[in-house]
């Protein structure tokens, strides 16, 4: 008993830690990359005893920052709902994630544990629920700040969230109609073996359309550009217009959470989530020593390249800067190799390993496999926001009803058909 309330504990604090813990990463790469794309250095000022490690210290500044800001409220405000409406926001975008499985089932003396901190049958209508909610946070945050142009934008994004929802929930009954179930563990686990004898099983190639439309209404969900209306950086009717100081960040945060979550959504329920493309669980279990040399030499090749890289950035620097940021891919380096080494002694002295560890590892392996498909699609919403213009709310709005609901509905008449006519 009490192991499975410790392990559904460890669950349920890293399903709310993992989102959380990629803010400040996502951060970060958001900004470097659209540095990279318009031609820029990005962020590296900020600093720790010297250390700027190349911009990943500014996201701790800008908490400082915002954590010391003056908190301002409106003095007409509902200071009730003005206060509930951004930690609802943030609470909500954490919410999804306790249900997606970050593994294959662990088997411990004859008891069974599911790798997700919450399990529930009816797992697609829950995450449906709980995206659902963060409208209600956007419309309060618009009506208690007693501001006509936060009300406006808060009215406006209500209607774009509505809107995108029935495309979303559309395209994910063809994939519970493929699966044949409602549990994201289910699903996960049924993207096993392969199609034609050479694709993964993943429900992106058997429901092509519903990814596509589930992208677009993914996008449209979390506010991000092309679809970032609600937010409106460049006009003065966001939602959020009369917040300042952790109240504003609370909703900034909320978006990067809520494009982390949605991403390992995407991830789980089309792209095979944890599954490893071409090897089940049980062959993955049988070989696990050779597993493990493999992520031990993949991890040594790796930061072995990196180590390269960074040797060749250290005369860039050198050129670029004459204070301590020139010694930056120094310190890169000796990180890089410093973890070659530590992989390579692991993976020369690596031979056996007992029942319990075979499936521990085949489970973080199994993990990380996840956490690289989410990264991928983490990677693709800040591309697309720094590629893409953004749509004018006509646009949007005609997109969502006149073309995303009726092929959503196509897709799911002709899964229908597909499945009767195969049954």
Not at 114 to 127: E, K, V
Request: net charge neutral; proline share 4%.
């Amino acid at each position: 008993m009490w192991v499975d309330v410790t392990v559904v504990a460890a669950l349920a604090f890293a399903a709310a830690l993992a989102p959380l813990m990629s803010i400040p990463l996502l951060v970060w790469a958001e900004r470097k990359m659209s540095a990279f794309i318009q031609d820029r250095t990005g962020p590296n000022r900020a600093e720790i005893l010297g250390l700027r490690l190349g911009g990943l210290v500014h996201p701790f500044a800008d908490v400082v920052k915002l954590i010391t800001k003056e908190d301002l409220t409106p003095e007409r405000a509902d200071r009730f709902y003005y206060t509930l409406a951004p930690f609802l926001a943030l609470f909500v975008s954490l919410l999804a994630f306790a249900i997606l499985p970050l593994a294959d089932t662990l088997h411990f003396g004859g008891r069974a544990l599911p790798m997700r901190a919450l399990t529930l049958n009816a797992g697609i209508l829950y995450i449906l629920a709980v995206t659902g909610f963060h409208v209600y946070a956007v419309v309060i945050a618009g009506w208690a700040s007693h501001n006509g142009y936060a009300l406006l934008g808060g009215l406006r994004s209500a209607a774009q969230m509505v809107s995108y929802e029935l495309a979303l929930g559309l395209s994910l009954v063809g994939v519970v109609l493929v699966a044949g179930t409602l549990d994201p563990g289910e699903i996960v686990a049924g993207q096993s073996g392969v199609l034609f004898g050479f694709l993964p099983r993943w429900n992106v190639f058997l429901q092509p359309v519903g990814f596509v439309l589930f992208l677009i209404a993914l996008f449209a969900e979390t506010n991000r550009n092309p679809f970032d209306l609600p937010e409106g950086e460049s006009e003065i009717i966001g939602f959020h217009v009369e917040y300042s100081s952790m109240r504003f960040a609370s909703f900034f945060m909320a978006e990067y959470a809520s494009m982390f979550t949605g991403s390992a959504v995407a991830a789980s329920l089309f792209f095979g989530g944890w599954q490893v493309p071409w090897i089940g669980t049980e062959a993955l279990r049988a070989n696990a020593p050779l597993v493990a040399r493999v992520a031990f030499g993949a991890l040594a090749a790796f930061c072995i390249v990196a180590a390269l890289i960074a040797q060749g950035y250290k005369g860039r620097l050198a050129r670029l800067y004459r204070d301590r940021r020139s010694r930056e891919a120094t310190v890169l380096q000796m990180i890089f190799l410093f973890t070659a080494a530590v992989s390579l002694i692991l993976l020369a002295f690596l031979s056996t390993l007992p029942p319990w560890g075979a499936q521990v590892l085949i489970a973080l392996v199994q993990g990380a496999f996840l956490l690289g498909k989410t990264l991928a699609f983490t990677f693709l919403f800040i591309w697309v926001r720094w590629t893409l213009p953004r749509f004018r709310y006509d646009q949007l709005m005609g997109l969502g009803w006149k073309s995303l609901v009726p092929l959503a509905l196509l897709n799911l008449a002709v899964t229908g058909i597909v499945l009767l006519w195969f049954d």
